[in-house]
């Protein structure tokens, strides 16, 4: 149920993510918050379809978080606020689950398909309350386009060595990477609506 006395201001937020890309959000969106990266076997959760797959993955993220902090009950709904943010992303090339990749090799692999080309970027955030165990969840999903990447332009990427923490390689808004964007058509599932940013809002108000 949702406090009608809830603030986002007055919430304590914790991200569950190690990513540079997300604490960026959260930081341009003007939120105050601390870091918490999950130590989860990532590898050992596998769905068919990958917007099954970004949801459960940022789902044990959360219950890994909740674990290690020790929260066994939760308080009243009128309590002061602990929000805990997990998010996970993959990318779709061709039929196939793109995660980070393994060496640079396969980075590249990666990147050069893209090439004129186009690739699904499949993302998920799980906002949970730890304060009343409330949990929101939902995910969405872009294609994207590509015009023709310049191998020097891939080799600068590779050598920038940010294709190696990113899901199938690929980060938009990279400089090297953004100019090489010629369209983004966004998919809107019925649970969830907007960019990730967006999600984040639309899910906070109801915790």
Not at 63 to 85: C, F, M, Q, W, Y
Not at 107 to 131: D, P
Not at 150 to 171: F, H, K, S, Y
Request: hydrophobic share 40%; proline share 4%.
């Amino acid at each position: 149920m949702a406090n009608p006395k809830f603030q986002l201001k007055d919430a304590k937020i914790i991200l569950g993510s190690s990513s540079m890309a997300r604490r960026k959000i959260l930081q341009e969106m003007g939120f105050h918050f601390t870091v918490m990266a999950a130590d989860i076997d990532e590898m050992s959760i596998r769905r068919e379809k990958p917007e099954d797959l970004v949801l459960a993955l940022a789902e044990a993220k959360a219950d890994a978080i909740v674990s290690r902090l020790g929260i066994r009950g939760h308080k009243e709904e009128n309590a002061h606020p602990t929000l805990l943010l997990t998010a996970d992303t993959v990318v779709v090339y061709e039929g196939t689950i793109r995660e980070k990749p393994s060496s640079k090799e396969e980075a590249r692999h990666f990147v050069k398909g893209y090439s004129g080309g186009c690739a699904v970027v499949v993302g998920s955030v799980v906002v949970t309350n730890l304060s009343t165990g409330s949990r929101k969840q939902g995910w969405d999903k872009s294609e994207v386009y590509f015009h023709d990447i310049p191998d020097e332009v891939i080799d600068r990427l590779i050598d920038d060595g940010v294709t190696l923490n990113v899901a199938g390689g690929l980060m938009l808004e990279h400089p090297l990477t953004a100019p090489f964007v010629d369209t983004v058509v966004k998919y809107l599932p019925i649970k969830l609506h907007q960019h990730e940013h967006h999600r984040i809002y639309n899910f906070l108000p109801r915790l």
